[in-house]
């Protein structure tokens, strides 16, 4: 069956209503992520790890120790499922594709509306992979190399590209001289000469 072709988006999380049926390791990390993203989490299941009780201790999340009810999905933003039942997955797939809620069923890329891609991560730069649930392997091998080809160092130079935007809007430029600016900044030779001055900067031995 050929894929459907994805459309490519960050979301912005924060403060919107997200819920996972699933407390076991899978979820965890799922939660985690959610979290990571600014999101309020709710988490229904009848048992969770020691790290999910520990975000519901601190109330990180809200969690219902019980099973799942049609009702959770209530004024959610999106569900992400990660539990042993395949019945039940297809239950809340069902149940959120009715309401309008985005689903995401866990290693069942047919119950999917969204998927999670590996992701190299530069602070505010975020380089995301997807092969449509084809190849998760890939996608793993190629964030591996782009973490190689964009190192630690991205993150301090996108703040600075962030700073230098902010100068740039701050003043009246002429809208094309700053875009040409814009993109000076953002250009491989800048990059070098950053580098450099990052170089010199260290203290040596």
């Known amino acids: 069956m050929k894929p459907a072709k994805l459309f490519p988006m960050f979301l912005k999380l924060s403060a919107r209503p997200c ?3 699933g407390a076991g390791t899978f979820a965890e990390s799922k939660i985690d992520s959610l979290l990571e993203a600014g999101g309020r989490v709710r988490v229904v299941a009848p048992e969770a790890t020691p790290q999910v009780r520990s975000w519901a201790k601190s109330k990180g999340i809200e969690w219902h120790q019980r099973p ?6 209530e004024g959610m933003f999106l569900v992400i499922a990660a539990t042993s039942s395949t019945e039940l997955h297809e239950q809340i797939f069902e149940q959120a594709t009715k309401r309008g809620v985005l689903c995401n069923i866990v290693d069942v890329p047919l119950l999917c509306d969204f998927y999670y891609p590996s992701v190299v991560q530069r602070g505010a730069l975020q380089i995301a992979i997807s092969t449509a649930g084809q190849s998760p392997a890939l996608a793993q091998r190629l964030r591996k190399e782009l973490e190689v080809q964009f190192g630690p160092e991205y993150e301090e130079w996108v703040a600075q590209l962030g700073e230098v935007r902010d100068k740039l809007f701050s003043t009246k430029l002429d809208p094309k001289q700053r875009k040409r600016r814009l993109h000076e900044a953002a250009s491989e030779e800048a990059f070098k000469a950053f580098l450099k001055s990052r170089r ?3 203290p040596s031995g």
């Open 19 to 21: 819920l996972v049926v």
């Open 200 to 202: 010199k900067s260290k």
């Open 68 to 73: 799942f009810q049609s009702s959770d999905l």
